[in-house]
C-alpha cells in the first residue's frame, strides 16, 4: 500500500489501498483533481507484488516524479509527484516524523483483496468491538450470501485485533487456518468463505516497509564461490558404442563362418522347396 501526501496540505495524508487506481478531474476517479491543466484521467496508480507504479496515461501536461517526466516509475518513500499544478510527497509508513503519517490513534483496518470486495476498506476502532456480517444490526454489513447474520467478533487487542467466530455456518480462517477465537497481525490474512481481508495495522505496515528496505538496498552482494582449478591433465574422450572405433569387427575366419552357414541354411530351403513340389 501508499500513503500520499498533498504538498499544499489540501487534506490530510490518505492511503491507496486499490491495485489499480485512478486520478484524474473526472468525477469518476479514484482520487479526482478539479485543478486546471489536470487531463479527465490523468494517470494509474499500479500496484503489484511489492511495488507501487506511477503510469502517466498520455496526459498533456505530463506526469513528473522528482522533476522528471516519466511515463511509468516505481514509487518509493520521499519521491515527489507532480501532475499538472499538484504537487503530492509519498510517505513513509515508518517516519514518525511525518506530520500526518503515523499516529497512536490511527485504527486498524481490513482490506478485500478478493471477489466483488477487492479494495474496499474497513475501519476496526481502537476501542470497543465491532461484529461483520450479512444482517443490517451489524457494524460491518456484507451482503454476501456465504456470510451469516453475525459472522466474526472483531476487536482492538493491545497490539493485536483479536478474531472471534460467532459460530458461523462456513466459518473463519486465519491465514487459511480454521479459528474460533486467535489474535491476528499486521499483515495476516483473514478468510471468511469466499471473502479474503488483509489486516492491517499502523506497527505492522512500519515494520513490513523497513524491513523491505534493508533487504533491497542495504543487503550484501552475493558471494560468488572460488573458482576450483582444473587439472592439467589429458581429456579422456567417451565414445558411443555405435562409433566405427569403439565396436569390435569380425575376423576374416568369422565372416567365411557366417558365408557357408547361409549358404546351408539357402540349400536346405531348396531341398525343402523342392520335395514339397514333387509331392
Same mark, same amino acid.
Given at each position: 500500500m501508499l500513503k500520499l501526501q498533498f504538498k499544499d496540505q489540501r487534506q490530510p495524508p490518505f492511503w491507496v489501498v486499490e491495485k489499480l487506481y485512478s486520478i484524474g478531474s473526472d468525477a469518476d476517479n479514484h482520487l479526482v483533481l478539479p485543478d486546471e491543466g489536470i487531463a479527465p484521467l490523468q494517470a494509474r496508480?499500479? /500496484?503489484? /507484488?511489492?511495488?507501487? #507504479?506511477?503510469?502517466? &496515461?498520455?496526459?498533456?501536461?505530463?506526469? #513528473?516524479? &522528482?522533476?522528471?517526466?516519466?511515463?511509468?516509475?516505481?514509487?518509493?518513500?520521499?519521491?515527489?509527484?507532480?501532475?499538472?499544478?499538484?504537487?503530492?510527497?509519498?510517505?513513509?509508513?515508518?517516519?514518525?516524523?511525518?506530520?500526518?503519517?503515523?499516529?497512536?490513534t490511527d485504527p486498524w483496518r481490513l482490506v478485500a483483496s478478493g471477489s466483488w470486495l477487492a479494495g474496499q476498506s474497513y475501519v476496526i476502532p481502537n476501542e470497543g468491538s465491532v461484529v461483520l456480517g450479512r444482517s443490517n444490526q451489524c457494524d460491518i454489513v456484507i451482503p454476501g450470501t456465504h456470510l451469516s447474520r453475525r459472522h466474526v467478533e472483531l476487536r482492538v487487542q493491545g497490539g493485536s485485533l483479536r478474531v472471534k467466530d460467532l459460530d458461523s455456518v462456513n466459518g473463519t480462517y486465519l491465514n487459511d487456518r480454521p479459528v474460533t477465537d486467535a489474535l491476528a497481525h499486521g499483515g495476516d490474512q483473514l478468510r471468511l468463505d469466499v471473502y479474503t481481508f488483509k489486516v492491517v495495522s499502523p506497527v505492522g505496515d512500519r515494520q513490513r516497509t523497513r524491513v523491505r528496505a534493508t533487504s533491497t538496498v542495504n543487503s550484501a552482494p552475493p558471494v560468488r564461490a572460488p573458482r576450483v582449478p582444473t587439472e592439467d591433465k589429458p581429456r579422456r574422450w567417451k565414445l558411443r558404442p555405435t562409433s566405427p572405433g569403439n565396436r569390435q569387427e569380425p575376423t576374416y575366419r568369422e565372416q567365411r563362418q557366417e558365408r557357408w552357414l547361409w549358404l546351408v541354411v539357402l540349400a536346405a530351403a531348396a531341398l525343402l522347396i523342392g520335395a514339397f513340389y514333387w509331392l
Open positions: 496508480l499500479i /500496484a503489484t /507484488a511489492d511495488k507501487i #507504479f506511477l503510469k502517466d &496515461n498520455n496526459s498533456e501536461s505530463g506526469c #513528473f516524479v &522528482n522533476g522528471q517526466r516519466i511515463t511509468q516509475k516505481e514509487l518509493l518513500p520521499g519521491d515527489e509527484i507532480q501532475l499538472g499544478p499538484v504537487q503530492l510527497e509519498v510517505l513513509d509508513p515508518g517516519d514518525d516524523t511525518h506530520p500526518g503519517s503515523h499516529h497512536p
